[in-house]
C-alpha cells in the first residue's frame, strides 16, 4: 500500500533580524571556580548558573558572543593527565580544548535554561600566534591550584614547571604568547548574524603556529583570555568589550591605603599607570586595545554587577572621550 502523500508545506524565510549592537562578554576563570574551593562539577555548575542569570539579562537587547578564562580548569586537567603514567601527558594545546569544550557545555546548558528556544552554540576555536612570541621564553600565565611555597618549589623540581608568586601563594605558569588571529572568525560571525548566542575563544582558544608548509600545528601554551577577547570583539566589529572578574572596578595602587577606584577612563589615562601582569593588568590593556581601535566602549567590573556596567552605572568604563 503506497503512504498517503504529505501535505504541502510552504516554506517560510525567517523575517530579517533588527540589527542589534554587539556585546562580546569575557568571564573570569573565576566565574566557575573560585580560588580555594574544590575543582569539583558541581561547584562549577551552581557558579555557571550564577553567572548566566547575569548575562542572559542582556540577551534582548545585545548580539552576544561569549568567552571566559580556564586557568583553573586547564591546571586540572594537566594534573589528572600526569596520574596516568602510561602515555606521555597531554600537550597543553589538547587540554585548552578539552577545557573549551567543558566550560562551553556547562554555559551552554544554562543559557538554554535561562534563554529557552534561543539558538546558542559553542565553538570549539583555534587562535593563531608566533611561534618566535617572546611569550615562549617567559612563562606568565597562571593555571591549576595554588600552592604555599614549599610545596610549589617541590613539584616544580619533580615536574619541571616554572612557578611564580600569585598573591600570598604560588601557581604554575606557562607561556602566553600574543593572540593573532581567529580561525574560526567566519563560522563564528555566521552563527551571530543567525542569530545565535556563540561561546567560543573560551580559555584564550587553542594556540596553533602555523608551519612554513602552512600546515597547522598546536603548542604548548594558554592565551591570555582578556588579550584572545580583545582580539575577537575587534575582529567581529563589536560595539561592546566587557570583561567581568571578582573585583568592581578597577583600582590605582591596588592593595595599598592609597587605592583608589577608576569609574571612568580613556587609554591614555589608564595607560599612565601599572597594574598586576597575573590579574588587573591584561584586563586594562585589552580594554585600551579595543577602544584605540575602535573607537567602541570597554569596561571592566564584578560579574553580580554586568547590566549596570553596560549601562554605565558600575565597573570602569574606557571610552576614547568620558564626554
Keep these: 500500500m503506497m503512504p498517503s502523500p504529505q501535505p504541502h508545506v510552504e516554506e517560510r ?36 548558573a550564577e553567572a548566566i542569570a547575569e548575562i542572559a539579562k542582556l540577551a534582548d537587547t545585545y548580539d552576544l558572543v561569549l568567552t571566559h578564562g580556564n586557568g583553573p580548569q ?47 552554540a559553542t565553538l570549539l576555536t583555534q587562535i593563531l600566534v ?42 604554575r605558569v606557562v607561556p602566553s604568547p600574543e593572540p593573532r588571529g581567529i580561525l574560526e572568525l567566519k563560522s563564528i560571525r555566521h552563527l551571530v548574524e543567525f542569530g545565535a548566542i556563540v561561546i567560543c575563544s573560551g580559555g584564550g582558544g587553542i594556540p ?17 583570555k582578556d588579550l584572545a577577547a580583545e582580539l575577537l570583539a575587534r575582529s567581529l566589529d563589536a560595539d561592546f568589550l566587557l570583561m567581568l572578574t571578582d573585583v568592581p572596578a578597577v583600582q590605582l ?3 595599598t591605603p592609597h587605592a583608589r577606584t577608576v569609574h571612568r577612563a580613556t587609554p591614555d589615562e589608564l595607560r599612565r599607570h ?13 580594554a585600551c586595545r579595543f577602544v584605540e581601535a575602535t573607537g567602541g566602549t570597554a569596561a571592566i567590573g564584578a560579574l553580580d554587577d554586568a547590566p549596570q556596567i553596560v549601562l554605565g552605572e558600575a565597573g570602569t568604563i574606557v571610552r576614547r572621550d568620558l564626554y
Design 74 to 120: 586547564v591546571g586540572l586537567l594537566a594534573l589528572q593527565s600526569l596520574a596516568y603514567t602510561e602515555v606521555p601527558p597531554y600537550p597543553l594545546d589538547v587540554l585548552g580544548a578539552e577545557s573549551e569544550g567543558m566550560i562551553g557545555y556547562v554555559l551552554e546548558l544554562e543559557l538554554e535554561n535561562q534563554l529557552p528556544g534561543r539558538p546558542i
Design 253 to 255: 595602587d591596588w592593595g
Design 13 to 48: 524565510r525567517p523575517a530579517p533580524r533588527v540589527k542589534r549592537q554587539k556585546l562580546v562578554v569575557a568571564l573570569g576563570g573565576n566565574a566557575l571556580l573560585q580560588r580555594g574551593e574544590p575543582a569539583s562539577a558541581e561547584v562549577q555548575r551552581r557558579h555557571a
Design 208 to 224: 596553533v603556529v602555523r608551519d612554513p608548509d602552512y600546515r597547522l600545528r598546536g603548542v604548548e601554551a594558554v592565551i591570555d
Design 130 to 171: 608566533d611561534e618566535d612570541d617572546p611569550g615562549f621564553e617567559d612563562p606568565t600565565k597562571f593555571v591549576g591550584p595554588v600552592y604555599d611555597q614549599e610545596t610549589a618549589e617541590r613539584l616544580a623540581a619533580e615536574r619541571g614547571w616554572t612557578i611564580k608568586p600569585d598573591g600570598k601563594y604560588f601557581r
Design 274 to 286: 601599572t597594574f598586576a601582569s597575573g590579574s588587573m593588568g591584561p584586563k586594562v590593556e585589552a
